[in-house]
């Protein structure tokens, strides 16, 4: 019997070998199968595993608190199991008993692995809640803004995300489709709790084969490829994508283009829209000649596009990119307000898109079956804080925060536990986080390997991957429900996240709340037999839990659905209202404009970035530099990978710089450069490419944290340490990573080593 694991990157095949570690080959019916997870087991990643439990050397010999500013400095002292776990549920009495649990932060952000059972945040969030509760984050580094401003316009994010129409009424329906950042086929290799089949580059295909025109707007040209999809490219200044669609609605608009009846049957607030295009509000008219000079888009393209789309069956894309910037929500809004205007929302292949290419869900037509989830418990405390906030509320404990028009505050944290995630990793301007990362007395994390946050914590709990234990493999729109049965035992004294918090919750008194007498098997069991029922209702006859663990695969397939997103309600929208506060897309938000937020007003608006190319800092540091996804590794997954190393340029991370710039600094290919702005310097390898603007520079995240102690100097490439950490706006609070300014020269010192893959040092008591 043929065995399967599923990961973020895909669905893989085992193959056990005698004497050795199996073989993980791709799926067979993988049509585009992903390298990334064939070297889950290999060398370069056991050797940084977490071997036993370790504690921060000071903290160990003078209590929590000690020497907070000796995080990420210190030795660690490896001790025994029970140890370990004393000391941390003796924490957790200590700081609820004389602080309460709005002292204890568990938002425990990240994407750790899939496996619907053992996911590390619902673990963690359930056994907080059994302890009495936690402070809890909302929304995402992913779609902090548009979590927050598309359910008062249009729907939630969830829902579009998981209705967007699908790949193949696009090739048979689509006459032009345009995109502001690209379809990112590099992005397309995951989706949260597994892929099973890689659909997106076939999906671009088929609509090129269709004779479908592409254009990609935006900063960098191969963000639309792979596929061979020849693409009209508009290079377009990061960050200024909203003052080209205002643009473009301004041609709609005054050349009498827009769908009236669309607008008056579908939507409401056009008209006040209008009076900010056309100048009438404020006195600026958003014509293409204003755009021009935001963006750098010539007038005339702009006005031949707006003529073009109007006259097509046209589909348009924003990517998750463009709302992780300073007023992130404004694109999302525009380019719907757009494609309202142009009256094809709810027609097979025209409307809007938000996010093809960042996932493989989007778009995928495969059934929205109901995977196992684990229940995390009813919320002891109402305390919570927008996601990317975190180091807002360790420097500022009291200080108020807006959030999607109300006010709150930041509460007083005295203890963190993180088990799934890399705040080192994913969190902007790494030189403040570190500031504020001392302010806890204690810090708990559960991994697998020794991360920059595992190094960064006082206790550390190691955690067995994936492939350690069984689990069940589940993901929105994928083809497959997968028995993720365990593949190689437990590396060294790693255990399971939930037999960690088990025993946690046991010293806790809270034991029976938290694991309900039940172990993985009887969990698998009850999860998957939980999902039965719905799934029946909705149409779905899956195999009960011991047909599904023997045959190891549950093919969806056979309920593959081609969607057209809001059709049903296009087509009645009186009795199918969407739950917008008007039951219909919102152009003018009334709710919004009641917040009276000067940065993010009623509708959508051009407001100058907080960095960008048109800005007097601009003048220091004259390159605007895009932080995007990493092609070969999911964040800092498998960044010790000869994979992902084998993308690096002189072992450092690549930066990806126009011809023009590189020239005008004395840059050559391969070389060694530092990237710098006032808030931090990183080293990395430099790639010249004419797919970039002049201007842009790009350096994806992911690259382990290696700062030089003496100087900060980040060794290695994580441009984390130049981004600013600061709100995409005062509604939503949410992450802003993709925008900063820096400037780039050679390096002409010594070049230090990558200590970043190194073991911390470990010490004795
Ligand atoms: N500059 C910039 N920064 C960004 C972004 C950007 O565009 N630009 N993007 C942001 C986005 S969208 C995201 S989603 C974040 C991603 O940020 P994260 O999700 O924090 O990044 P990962 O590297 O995936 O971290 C997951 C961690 O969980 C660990 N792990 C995996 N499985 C398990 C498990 O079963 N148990 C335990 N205990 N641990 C486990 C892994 O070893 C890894 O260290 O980054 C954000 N940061
Ligand atoms: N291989 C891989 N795939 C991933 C991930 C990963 O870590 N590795 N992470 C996953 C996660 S958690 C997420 S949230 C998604 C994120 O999906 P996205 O947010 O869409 O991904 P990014 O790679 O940040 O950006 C996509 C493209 O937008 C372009 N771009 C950046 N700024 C601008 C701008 O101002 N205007 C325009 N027009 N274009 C711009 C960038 O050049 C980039 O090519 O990706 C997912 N897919
Ligand atoms: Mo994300």
């Given at each position: 019997?043929?065995?399967?694991?599923?990961?973020?990157?895909?669905?893989?095949?085992?193959?056990?070998?005698?004497?050795?570690?199996?073989?993980?080959?791709?799926?067979?019916?993988?049509?585009?199968?992903?390298?990334?997870?064939?070297?889950?087991?290999?060398?370069?990643?056991?050797?940084?595993?977490?071997?036993?439990?370790?504690?921060?050397?000071?903290?160990?010999?003078?209590?929590?608190?000690?020497?907070?500013?000796?995080?990420?400095?210190?030795?660690?002292?490896?001790?025994?199991?029970?140890?370990?776990?004393?000391?941390?549920?003796?924490?957790?009495?200590?700081?609820?008993?004389?602080?309460?649990?709005?002292?204890?932060?568990?938002?425990?952000?990240?994407?750790?692995?899939?496996?619907?059972?053992?996911?590390?945040?619902?673990?963690?969030?359930?056994?907080?809640?059994?302890?009495?509760?936690?402070?809890?984050?909302?929304?995402?580094?992913?779609?902090?803004?548009?979590?927050?401003?598309?359910?008062?316009?249009?729907?939630?994010?969830?829902?579009?995300?998981?209705?967007?129409?699908?790949?193949?009424?696009?090739?048979?329906?689509?006459?032009?489709?345009?995109?502001?950042?690209?379809?990112?086929?590099?992005?397309?290799?995951?989706?949260?709790?597994?892929?099973?089949?890689?659909?997106?580059?076939?999906?671009?295909?088929?609509?090129?084969?269709?004779?479908?025109?592409?254009?990609?707007?935006?900063?960098?040209?191969?963000?639309?490829?792979?596929?061979?999809?020849?693409?009209?490219?508009?290079?377009?200044?990061?960050?200024?994508?909203?003052?080209?669609?205002?643009?473009?609605?301004?041609?709609?608009?005054?050349?009498?283009?827009?769908?009236?009846?669309?607008?008056?049957?579908?939507?409401?607030?056009?008209?006040?829209?209008?009076?900010?295009?056309?100048?009438?509000?404020?006195?600026?008219?958003?014509?293409?000649?204003?755009?021009?000079?935001?963006?750098?888009?010539?007038?005339?393209?702009?006005?031949?596009?707006?003529?073009?789309?109007?006259?097509?069956?046209?589909?348009?894309?924003?990517?998750?990119?463009?709302?992780?910037?300073?007023?992130?929500?404004?694109?999302?809004?525009?380019?719907?307000?757009?494609?309202?205007?142009?009256?094809?929302?709810?027609?097979?292949?025209?409307?809007?898109?938000?996010?093809?290419?960042?996932?493989?869900?989007?778009?995928?037509?495969?059934?929205?079956?109901?995977?196992?989830?684990?229940?995390?418990?009813?919320?002891?405390?109402?305390?919570?804080?927008?996601?990317?906030?975190?180091?807002?509320?360790?420097?500022?404990?009291?200080?108020?925060?807006?959030?999607?028009?109300?006010?709150?505050?930041?509460?007083?944290?005295?203890?963190?536990?993180?088990?799934?995630?890399?705040?080192?990793?994913?969190?902007?301007?790494?030189?403040?986080?570190?500031?504020?990362?001392?302010?806890?007395?204690?810090?708990?994390?559960?991994?697998?390997?020794?991360?920059?946050?595992?190094?960064?914590?006082?206790?550390?709990?190691?955690?067995?991957?994936?492939?350690?234990?069984?689990?069940?493999?589940?993901?929105?729109?994928?083809?497959?429900?997968?028995?993720?049965?365990?593949?190689?035992?437990?590396?060294?004294?790693?255990?399971?996240?939930?037999?960690?918090?088990?025993?946690?919750?046991?010293?806790?008194?809270?034991?029976?709340?938290?694991?309900?007498?039940?172990?993985?098997?009887?969990?698998?069991?009850?999860?998957?037999?939980?999902?039965?029922?719905?799934?029946?209702?909705?149409?779905?006859?899956?195999?009960?839990?011991?047909?599904?663990?023997?045959?190891?695969?549950?093919?969806?397939?056979?309920?593959?659905?081609?969607?057209?997103?809001?059709?049903?309600?296009?087509?009645?929208?009186?009795?199918?209202?969407?739950?917008?506060?008007?039951?219909?897309?919102?152009?003018?938000?009334?709710?919004?404009?009641?917040?009276?937020?000067?940065?993010?007003?009623?509708?959508?608006?051009?407001?100058?970035?907080?960095?960008?190319?048109?800005?007097?800092?601009?003048?220091?540091?004259?390159?605007?530099?895009?932080?995007?996804?990493?092609?070969?590794?999911?964040?800092?997954?498998?960044?010790?990978?000869?994979?992902?190393?084998?993308?690096?340029?002189?072992?450092?991370?690549?930066?990806?710089?126009?011809?023009?710039?590189?020239a005008a600094r004395g840059i050559a290919d391969g070389q060694i450069v530092e990237v710098f702005n006032d808030r931090g310097r990183c080293l990395a390898g430099a790639i010249i490419s004419d797919d970039i603007m002049p201007g842009v520079a790009r350096l994806s995240t992911g690259a382990w944290y290696d700062p030089d102690p003496a100087t900060d100097l980040d060794r290695h490439g994580n441009p984390n340490v130049l981004t600013r950490d600061a709100p995409a706006s005062s509604l939503s609070q949410g992450c802003s990573a993709q925008s900063c300014l820096v400037e780039i020269a050679p390096w002409t010192g010594d070049v230090p080593p990558v200590t970043a893959f190194d073991l911390p040092e470990f010490t004795t008591r």
């Amino acid at each position: 019997m043929a065995h399967y694991t599923l990961s973020h990157w895909g669905l893989y095949e085992v193959e056990p070998r005698t004497g050795r570690d199996p073989a993980i080959a791709p799926f067979r019916r993988d049509p585009d199968p992903n390298p990334i997870g064939l070297y889950q087991l290999d060398p370069a990643l056991k050797r940084l595993r977490v071997r036993r439990p370790a504690i921060r050397e000071s903290w160990l010999r003078d209590g929590p608190g000690a020497s907070p500013e000796r995080r990420g400095q210190d030795a660690f002292v490896e001790v025994p199991w029970d140890e370990a776990l004393d000391l941390v549920a003796g924490e957790i009495a200590r700081v609820r008993k004389h602080f309460g649990n709005s002292a204890i932060f568990g938002g425990s952000y990240g994407w750790s692995s899939a496996g619907r059972f053992h996911h590390a945040q619902s673990q963690v969030h359930r056994f907080l809640n059994a302890a009495g509760g936690y402070v809890r984050h909302v929304d995402s580094y992913s779609l902090g803004a548009a979590n927050v401003v598309l359910p008062h316009i249009v729907a939630s994010m969830d829902e579009l995300m998981a209705s967007h129409t699908s790949w193949e009424v696009m090739a048979r329906h689509t006459e032009l489709f345009v995109t502001f950042g690209g379809v990112p086929v590099k992005n397309a290799q995951m989706n949260a709790g597994g892929v099973g089949l890689h659909g997106v580059a076939l999906g671009l295909a088929s609509m090129r084969q269709a004779g479908v025109p592409f254009v990609n707007i935006g900063p960098v040209r191969d963000n639309l490829g792979k596929a061979g999809v020849d693409a009209e490219w508009i290079a377009c200044r990061p960050n200024t994508d909203t003052a080209v669609m205002l643009a473009l609605g301004f041609v709609l608009c005054s050349e009498n283009r827009v769908d009236r009846d669309f607008l008056d049957r579908c939507c409401v607030g056009y008209d006040t829209f209008a009076a900010y295009l056309t100048g009438a509000a404020d006195g600026i008219a958003k014509t293409p000649e204003w755009a021009e000079t935001i963006s750098g888009v010539p007038a005339a393209t702009i006005a031949a596009l707006a003529r073009r789309m109007a006259a097509s069956r046209t589909m348009l894309n924003v990517s998750w990119s463009m709302q992780r910037a300073s007023h992130g929500e404004q694109p999302f809004w525009a380019v719907i307000a757009l494609a309202a205007m142009l009256g094809q929302i709810g027609q097979p292949g025209g409307g809007f898109g938000v996010g093809y290419g960042a996932a493989n869900l989007v778009g995928s037509a495969h059934a929205r079956v109901k995977g196992p989830t684990l229940s995390q418990g009813r919320p002891g405390i109402p305390d919570f804080i927008p996601v990317a906030r975190i180091a807002d509320m360790l420097l500022g404990p009291g200080e108020p925060f807006t959030y999607n028009g109300q006010t709150f505050a930041y509460p007083d944290i005295r203890l963190i536990y993180w088990a799934g995630g890399n705040p080192f990793h994913h969190h902007q301007d790494l030189n403040r986080l570190r500031r504020a990362w001392q302010k806890p007395e204690t810090i708990v994390v559960n991994e697998q390997y020794w991360t920059a946050t595992a190094k960064r914590a006082d206790i550390i709990l190691p955690a067995t991957t994936t492939l350690e234990r069984d689990d069940i493999g589940s993901a929105t729109l994928e083809a497959f429900l997968v028995a993720m049965k365990r593949v190689v035992p437990p590396a060294h004294e790693a255990r399971d996240d939930y037999d960690i918090f088990a025993a946690l919750a046991d010293r806790l008194g809270c034991a029976e709340t938290f694991t309900e007498n039940l172990d993985t098997m009887g969990w698998l069991r009850r999860l998957y037999d939980e999902g039965l029922a719905v799934n029946h209702e909705r149409g779905f006859a899956l195999p009960d839990f011991d047909s599904f663990w023997r045959e190891g695969l549950v093919d969806l397939t056979a309920h593959d659905r081609p969607a057209t997103m809001l059709a049903d309600f296009v087509a009645d929208p009186a009795r199918r209202p969407l739950r917008t506060p008007s039951g219909r897309i919102e152009i003018f938000s009334e709710k919004i404009a009641g917040f009276g937020l000067s940065d993010c007003p009623g509708h959508a608006v051009w407001r100058e970035p907080s960095e960008w190319l048109g800005a007097d800092k601009a003048k220091c540091f004259p390159l605007h530099l895009l932080t995007d996804q990493p092609a070969r590794r999911l964040h800092s997954q498998l960044d010790a990978s000869p994979h992902s190393r084998a993308g690096k340029v002189a072992e450092r991370e690549p930066v990806y710089l126009n011809p023009a710039d590189a020239a005008a600094r004395g840059i050559a290919d391969g070389q060694i450069v530092e990237v710098f702005n006032d808030r931090g310097r990183c080293l990395a390898g430099a790639i010249i490419s004419d797919d970039i603007m002049p201007g842009v520079a790009r350096l994806s995240t992911g690259a382990w944290y290696d700062p030089d102690p003496a100087t900060d100097l980040d060794r290695h490439g994580n441009p984390n340490v130049l981004t600013r950490d600061a709100p995409a706006s005062s509604l939503s609070q949410g992450c802003s990573a993709q925008s900063c300014l820096v400037e780039i020269a050679p390096w002409t010192g010594d070049v230090p080593p990558v200590t970043a893959f190194d073991l911390p040092e470990f010490t004795t008591r």
